[in-house]
């Protein structure tokens, strides 16, 4: 869409079946020449031997092969006056004056095809396998699952002419491009299994800042019921608005840059806004980028890689061991984070850039928020979300800037901070808004601060870290 600026994006998870589907189709079929062109010469009027002779310029041998072997068809019959007339069979090969003959014909095949379970749209033959993580499930009617085969049966039925021309289907179906299958009947439906299909949404400000309507899904039939599930869902993730803290927040990392960007009047982010600081920032010292939406968005993770770029390759080549030194992530206490696939691949990116085949180049560890040691059911969904990422993942005590500001800190070289502000009055989802720095001095006073709350305790024997995350539960 033009003019629009997306400031997040979140993977929505849509129940999904796969089916292995029978049936049986009706397909016409053209006629051979000399066949096809006798039965349109009859079916405009009787005609006799001799007649066809002369119109087809046969030999008399030529004619009575034509007319025995259309005769032994069943398509042609002598009348009591001596013409050749199409038969009942025949007949039905038409259904206008001068029309090609369609010999219909009944096949039988098969397919195995995976459809949604809102909308019962067919996916295709088969969709990414794919789990139910880093995402937002979307719940849909429980009738919808239970009687799944029943509608698949109804909405194949519904879908057959579509389905066969996205190629879904055998190609004997569609060899000739004159067939025009149609199903006959559905012989059986079987689910074989269920499975999650993923749903990237993105959500757009205009120039002024407002939110736009959300786009419609091109592989669904209809998209009206599907954002109506996710609207409920967005509405039990609702929290009330934070931007008195992320203020707060914003002084106690000494930043004033960013709140610039907002409309004092309206309390939303002006993209117009956005653009001058780019332009400031790039003819600037500062050496400061700002962005809007997720660190993990692909264009604001280049933005990253661009800062670790160099950094590893100064690292690669020169001899100091500098593997000790610390990159963390720090994650926030946002329901929207670790909501889109993105997510894990810019973990692996994290977690892989440390090392080398010979060689440390940094320490990376990922901070997830828990409420404490003994918090095992988030140490389980935070294993099941970021599997196979958590052996360098631990729990630390939720808190830190009010759990609304997210912190990727590597210790001497730069800092990406990013504000998860929840304005719900403006904005249907967290908007997630930050800045890329490698200026040593906000480098080191935002690593301090970090630093001082993960080494920190909330009360008496109390650490903030609270360990390794695949630790939690052992001693259950």
Known sequence: MENTTTYHEIDFLLPAQRFNINFS?????????????????????????????????????ETEEAIADLVERGELTLSESGRLMLTEKSSGYFSEIGEVPRLSLLRDSGACLSFDLATFSCLGKDIPSDKWKAGISIKVDDESASKSEILVEKYFQRQFHEIMNK?????????DEKDSPTVYTVNSVNKIRQMPFRLS??????????????????????????????????DHLARPSNFVD??????????????????????????????????????????RTTFLGPIYSSANWDLLLMQLAPVIKTRRESKADVGQDSFLWLAPSDPYWCRSNRLLVSLSDFLDKASTKDKKLYSPTIYLPVSGADDHKAARQWKKELDPYTDKAHGVIEGFLGGNVEILHFDGEFVAVVYHMSLPDTYPVTLPLGFISADKEVVSAIGNLVKSYVQGSSSFDRPNDCGSISRFGRNE
């Open 246 to 287: 992320i203020a707060r927040a914003m002084l106690d990392i000494g930043d004033g840059d960013t709140l610039k960007l907002f409309d004092s009047k309206s309390s939303s982010v002006n993209p117009a806004f956005l653009d001058d600081l780019a332009k400031l920032e790039a003819n600037s010292q500062k050496k």
């Open 167 to 175: 190629g879904f289907l055998s190609k004997s179906l569609v060899q």
């Open 25 to 61: 189709y009706i397909t016409q079929k053209g006629l051979p020449f000399v066949r096809e062109f006798v039965l349109r010469l009859v079916h405009l009027a009787p005609m006799s031997k001799s007649q066809i002779a002369t119109f087809f310029g046969f030999t008399r041998k």
């Open 201 to 234: 949404v993105k959500f757009l400000v205009d120039s002024e800042g407002r939110s736009v309507e959300r786009e419609d899904f091109e592989m669904l039939t209809s998209s009206d019921y599907v954002h109506e599930r996710i609207s409920v869902e967005l």
